[in-house]
């Protein structure tokens, strides 16, 4: 047998509590063209939902329990709080929540503060410019608002790092932004580079830090030969040793790997072999609401045929998304523990 990873091997988790949001982030996969992604079910956890999730890991063995994902940003969650107490009395984790900020009022950030007080916590404040430029990207967000929350939630004891994605529009305020996120309290920055440039008309045109792709690749021939013959260093089974538990309470190896099946645009190849997958296991083979962890980790894709699919030998397909986040040419993902990621301490 050829696991993902054991439950007894889990020292990570990767939490989408909600696939709510208040913003239109044009590259983010909950819009479609300016307007929310119509195909996206909208859903949250129930409170019961950690309970049945927690109690199947071993209290002491995880080591983080990250809130972050495609479609939401956790603080929309109604459960949120009750989540974090659960994880906080139950289990030895740090947290690290991702969001965009803007939400809520001070009184929340004070309170949440509380559960991001260790030094390895971390609340991180996804605020991609200044003033004149976060709402570029951030669509529909107000700059003195996040500061005002990023502030109550600092003051209040809370441990912050400011995420800043550098576009065009944007990249002449980085050292400003950092000098600003120095005053008020953060202890890191990010200045990020994106495989997901903006292109809407109502952001700025511009490129972004796009990545080499298209030359990292040519030296495979095309793009079909380097998902053929790339191998594959899966980031989550072996870095992060980790799992992801998206909005509908269904478990996927990572954020990756799950996301593509809600995307809006039918002719995504990544879309489709999500629904091919789905259609080949039946619906809910994954889901924590039919199944246990156990079972899903230990059901035939996760107990033998991924893996098997990265060296081509499994009826399954190897999947598109695995090879172009863990395939060896570039690197597409802007996550904190990879190469796109610069943290800084202030
Ligand atoms: C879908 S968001 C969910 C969490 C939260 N709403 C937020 O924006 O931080 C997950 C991550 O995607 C990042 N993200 C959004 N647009 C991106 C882009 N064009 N390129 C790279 N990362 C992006 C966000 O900054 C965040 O770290
Ligand atoms: S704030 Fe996060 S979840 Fe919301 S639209 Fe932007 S990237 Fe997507
Ligand atoms: S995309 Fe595939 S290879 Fe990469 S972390 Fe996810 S499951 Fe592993």
Sequence with gaps: MSHYLLVSQIERLQLEPTSHCNLLCPRCSRTD????????????????????????????????????GNYGDPITSKNLLHGLEHIKNNTSASLRLHTNGSLKGTEFWKEIATYFKSDKDRLVFSIDGLDSTNALYRVNSRFPKILENAQAFIQSGGKARWDYLIFDHNRHQVDEAQKLAKKLGFIEFNAKKTARPVNLKNSQQNKGDSLEVTQSVNKYGSWSDYIARSSIDCKFRNHVRGLFVDFQFDVWPCCWLGGPLYFADASDPRRKELENLVEHYGPNFNSLAHHSLDSILNHPWMAEELVKSWQMQSPLPKLRVCTRMCGEAFEASSGANWSNSHIQSL
């Design 33 to 68: 063209n300016g307007q929310l992604n119509s195909r996206l079910p909208l859903t949250d956890w129930q409170p019961e939902s950690y309970e049945i999730l927690f109690s199947q890991i071993p209290n002491r063995q995880l080591k983080e329990v990250l809130f972050n």
